[in-house]
């Protein structure tokens, strides 16, 4: 077609994964090694069979990807961490080259992939922008005349003659941002990085995103977890799935209902660390899981009747009394819909500073809330510094499936407009007879 700007055929991107051991190794590492080694010996004093481990292994992120992009089209690229997103953008991005097949692009690519692409932490943000609109292929006068309002959407004038190495994250995002989304490219290509601005720039950032795709018919590739901001701003989502396509469907709301079915299927209601994943001193989580009254996972569809009880698990090595750890509840409308810290005390209960291996346990309210899919997200951070878990971006994630009827009566079957459905009592007073009821 002629209006395509992009074509993707059969696309993959493989990565040789090492199986080698560290060249150095700690004293405490190399006891513990050799006292496991001691008691397998006890345990199989003749030996056993052990299947060799390969010393490299490849690992395709991408496989066999193949789909056609029109112009103004609005993309939303969604899966689970690892199905191949940040790939795709990096080789559309021309960062890494693909192992097979072939990407053809017509006209100008602007990426914004992490915090800072393409600036130099040296140059202050003045340099930076006229620096990224070169590498875009801009000339000065091009750059001149978006210069301001780039300077303007990003709000980082009172530092625009600072070194970008010297402005926090979220300046650097939006000043990145601004530069990408005002100069003059044919396709631009957003990471999840947006989700380490405000709330009010994130907002001001769709509403570009989407001006920018109507009024200019450039094209956008989206990536996030976000469901409603992929709702918001896309006519039309990709989801990856062990780098490859499991749907592709202009179908935004059908697309996502099929990932998130897919997720639950595969993920289900429980997620324990699998390795060495966020470790730091103040929190490293190990286990975080949807049960039942009996300390059971939560397996298929909950029912509006039962007990869902939510638990964390996880070692802190070092106090900090700014230590919050919690959830956020997701859903297919609303990216976050509630939020809960073990440092908010206002229920009456005070847990105290936290220390040593914990396992927090709240009971999930779903009396309150609507049948439907719903996204519990670790949340841990330290309040007002750093989070532990990026939220939208790294945290992990379980699922769950509410059911249940919510009237008695056989014609009412679906569930009911909103996210929340308390079920509240009635009661009946004495009609109202001309003069008001005391």
Known sequence: ????????????????????????????????????????????????????????????????????????????????????????????????????????????????????TGFHGELTGRENVFLSGAILG?????????????????????????????????????????????????????????AVGDIEFQKKCMGKMD??????????????????????????????????????SEDVSGGIKNYLNETIENQGAEWTNPGNFFQNPWFQPLRFGLYNKHGGVISGPADRRDEVWLEIEGVIEKTNPSLGVGYLLLTEETPVCSSYHSDLTN??????????RVCLRTKIPIDLLNNGMYSFELAGRLHNQEWITQPLVDAPQIHMNLEGAFSPSPFWLEKRAGVLAPLLPWELKPAYNGTHIK
């Open 1 to 116: 077609m002629s209006d395509t700007v992009v074509k993707i055929e059969n696309l993959g991107k493989k990565y040789i994964l090492a199986h080698k051991r560290p060249h150095y190794m700690m004293l405490r590492d190399s006891m513990t090694a050799r006292a496991w080694q001691l008691y397998d010996k006890l345990l199989h004093p003749f030996g056993k069979k052990e299947t060799p481990i390969p010393a490299k292994e490849d690992f395709w992120a991408l496989k066999d990807v193949s789909f056609d992009v029109r112009q103004g089209e609005r993309i939303g690229l969604i899966g689970r961490n690892g199905a191949g997103k940040s790939t795709l953008l990096k080789i559309l991005s021309r960062i890494t080259e693909p192992t097979a097949g072939r990407v053809a692009m017509k006209g100008r690519v602007a990426s914004l992939l992490e915090a800072g």
């Open 138 to 194: 801009m000339n000065k006068a091009e750059i001149k005349k978006n210069f301001d309002a780039i300077v303007d959407f990003a709000g980082v004038e009172q530092f625009l003659d600072t070194p970008v190495k010297r402005y926090s994250s979220g300046m650097t995002v939006r000043l990145a941002f601004a530069v990408s989304a005002h100069l003059d490219t044919e396709i631009l290509l957003v990471d999840e990085v947006l």
């Open 211 to 248: 001006e920018v795709s109507h009024k200019e018919g450039r094209t956008i590739f989206f990536v996030s977890h976000n469901m409603g901001a992929i709702r918001q701003l896309c006519g039309r989502v990709v989801c990856l799935n062990k780098g490859m396509i499991l749907t592709d």
């Open 347 to 356: 229920t009456g209960t005070d847990l105290g500073i936290l220390e040593g």
